[in-house]
DNA sequence: TTTGGCATGTAATCCGTTACATGATTAG
DNA sequence: CTAATCATGTAACGGATTACATGCCAAA
C-alpha cells in the first residue's frame, strides 16, 4: 500500500463499523463526511480490491439472485493498519482555491467580471450551510455511540463555520464595491 | 489547453504585470498566492513550454555570462485567453481534509489519540494567521495600484478568516475534552 | 571554499476522475 | 413498462508531485 494513498483508510474505518459492499461505502462516505471527502467509483472498487488482496479485509461474494453483491469485512491486520495510520499526524490539506485565484487576478481587467463570482460564491455558501445544519440535525437520528456522534458533529461545525466565513467575507467583499 | 488545467493562467495572470522567467513565477506565486495556489517546477516548465509552442506567450532567451534565462512575455492572444477564462465561473474547490477524516474516525478509537492532531492544528492556524498577517503589512510596500492591493489584500482576508475559524473550532474541541 | 540562491529541465510515478460497459431488481 | 436504484468493474486520461540531473554566480 503506497504511502500517500488515503482512500485505503477510509474504507478501512467505515468497515470497521459494519461489513459492507462498495456500493454501500460510496453512499455512506457521501452521506457521513461528503462534505470535506470524496471517492469515485473508479478509485473504489480497485481500492477494495487490494485490500483485499494484502488481507486487510475479507470478502465474501453472494450471486444471491443473480445479482452480484461482494460484502467487506474488515480483519485484524485492517484494524491495526488502520489505527497505526490514525496515530500519524494529519498530512495539511493542499488548498487550491480557484475562486480567489480568479479574486486576486481581477485586479487586472473589468471589477463587474468579479461580482458574479462572488454572488455565486454566496450562494454556495448558503446552500452548504443549509446542507450541514441539516446533517447536524439528522446526526442525532443515527443509531451511534455519543462519542461517535459526537466526533462526527465535531466535522460538520467546521464545515459550518467554514462556509460561514466564507459568506461573511463574499458579502462585505460584495458590499464595499469591491 | 486541456479544459481543467489552471497552471496556464496563474502563469499568464503574473505574466499580465511583467516579464519573468520561470524561476521568477515560482517565487512571484509562492509570495503573493501562496497561501491558496501551489506550482512545483515539474508542472511550470512544461507548462511555460507549452503556452509558448500556442503562442501565448513568447520567449527571449539569454545564456549572459553563461547562466541560462529565458524570460516570458504574454502575448495579446496570451491576454485574451486569460480574460475568457476569467470570467467563467470558477469551478469549487475540491476539499479534502485529513485532518476531518481522522476527526470522524477518532470515534473508533482511544479519545487521546486526536488530541495532538487538534494541537497541532491550532498550531498551524496560529502560523498561519502569523504568516497572513505580515503579509497583509507587506502589501501595502508593493508598488501596485489602489486597486491591485484591494483584490489581494481580499484574498488575504479569506484566509485570515480561515485561519481564525480552524482555530477557534480546534480550540473548542479540545476544551471540551473531545 | 563552500553554502545558498539563481536557473532549467526530465522521468517516474501516482492518485484520482471521467467515461465506458453491463446487468438485475424494485417501485410507480 | 419504465425509471430509479442496486451493483461491479475497466480503460483512458490527466494533472500534479517528487526525485533526479545539471551548472553558474555571489557572498560569507
Chains 1, 2 share one sequence.
Not at 479485509?57 to 450471486?63: I, L
Not at 454566496?122 to 446552500?127: G, H
Request: hydrophobic fraction near 40%.
Amino acid at each position: 500500500m503506497s504511502e500517500r494513498a488515503r482512500t485505503p483508510y477510509i474504507l478501512l474505518g467505515l468497515l470497521c463499523h459494519e461489513p459492507m459492499t462498495g456500493y454501500e461505502l460510496n453512499a455512506t462516505i457521501q452521506r457521513t463526511v461528503g462534505h470535506f471527502w470524496q471517492e469515485s467509483f473508479g478509485q473504489l472498487y480497485p481500492t477494495l480490491k487490494d485490500l483485499h488482496a494484502r488481507g486487510l479485509v475479507s470478502m465474501s461474494a453472494s450471486a444471491a439472485g443473480g445479482r452480484d453483491r461482494k460484502v467487506y469485512t474488515i480483519t485484524d491486520d485492517g484494524r491495526a493498519a488502520l489505527f497505526r495510520w490514525l496515530a500519524e499526524p494529519p498530512q495539511p490539506s493542499v488548498v487550491r482555491s480557484e475562486l480567489l485565484l480568479k479574486v486576486f487576478l481581477a485586479s487586472l481587467g473589468g471589477v463587474d467580471d468579479l461580482r458574479p463570482h462572488l454572488e455565486a460564491a454566496v450562494r454556495a455558501a448558503n446552500a452548504q450551510i443549509t446542507h450541514l445544519t441539516a446533517v447536524r440535525a439528522a446526526v442525532d437520528a443515527e443509531p451511534a455511540t455519543e462519542h461517535q456522534r459526537r466526533c462526527w458533529l465535531l466535522t460538520v461545525d467546521l464545515g459550518l463555520r467554514s462556509a460561514e466565513a466564507t459568506r461573511a467575507w463574499a458579502e462585505r467583499a460584495l458590499s464595499e464595491g469591491t
